[in-house]
């Protein structure tokens, strides 16, 4: 099946450990998000990628960085997480960036910041 | 700024009883409107999205909404709620106010069915 995978599943890092979140896709899509989601509240979108051009929401802090080797793989760099960088973070595909089409989100990575 | 509401925190309701999650927008232009749902520790599964055409879009696991422009709302309903059907739901609506349109996402309404 078609699908938007995200590893590791949980992961533990110690403040200012940098780390980095995985996320790959089998649908093909041009498009990759990466949303940051803090306790059942509503995912804020960090960045995006439309091919291989990047796209930083204006209130994405400096600590967070993406990078889009291909097509089907997109990494989160955490460069020196705080405690406030707990969360889950999402990522998600959609074909184009566009007002109808769907966006199609992996399991999320829970991050705990020690 | 496009914006969607979702007025309760928590629904509550009796297995076999039919839900009702409730989603009000604020748009300008033709909303596209989308609902997600939530399990613990997962991501946002797809449920149904309203482009145009029909007011009553149906979805994946026998949830359906309805669109109502005049009331401006995207209720979410299913006719005879499962128990696992208990998760976190979001609305969202696409923000075709900027090139780039992103999805904004409401509160999210936390559903509980109880046996």
């Known amino acids: 099946d078609a699908m938007v995978i995200q590893n590791p599943r949980y992961q533990v890092t110690q403040f200012g450990k940098p780390v980095t979140l995985s996320c790959s896709q089998t649908?093909?899509?041009?498009?990759m998000y990466w949303y940051q989601q803090k306790s059942s509240q509503a995912p804020k979108l960090l960045f995006h990628?439309?091919?291989?051009?990047?796209?930083n929401e204006a209130d994405t802090p400096d600590n967070f960085q993406s990078r889009r080797p291909n097509t089907s793989f997109c990494f989160l760099d955490i460069r020196s997480p705080g405690l406030g960088d707990a969360a889950m973070y999402l990522c998600?595909?959609?074909?184009?960036?566009?007002?109808?089409?769907?966006?199609?989100f992996g399991p999320g990575t829970r991050l705990t910041v020690l | 700024a496009q914006s969607v509401a979702q007025p309760e925190d928590q629904v509550n309701v009796a297995e076999g009883n039919p839900l009702t999650v409730k989603c009000t927008y604020s748009?300008?232009?033709?909303?596209?409107l989308f609902w997600y749902v939530q399990y613990p520790n997962r991501g946002l599964q797809f449920l149904l999205k309203?482009?145009?055409?029909?007011?009553l879009v149906k979805g994946s696991y026998g949830f359906e909404a309805e669109f109502n422009k005049s009331q401006t709302s995207f209720h979410l309903k299913k006719p005879s709620a499962l128990v696992s059907d208990s998760a976190l739901y979001f609305c969202?609506?696409?923000?075709?106010?900027?090139?780039?349109?992103?999805?904004?996402f409401g509160t999210g309404t936390r559903l509980l069915v109880s046996p």
């Open positions: 998600a595909t959609s074909r184009e960036a566009v007002g109808t089409d769907t966006q199609y």
């Open positions: 649908l093909n899509h041009n498009v």
């Open positions: 990628y439309y091919d291989k051009d990047f796209n």
């Open positions: 748009v300008s232009g033709n909303p596209y």
């Open positions: 309203y482009i145009t055409g029909d007011n």
């Open positions: 969202a609506v696409r923000d075709i106010a900027t090139g780039f349109q992103k999805l904004v």
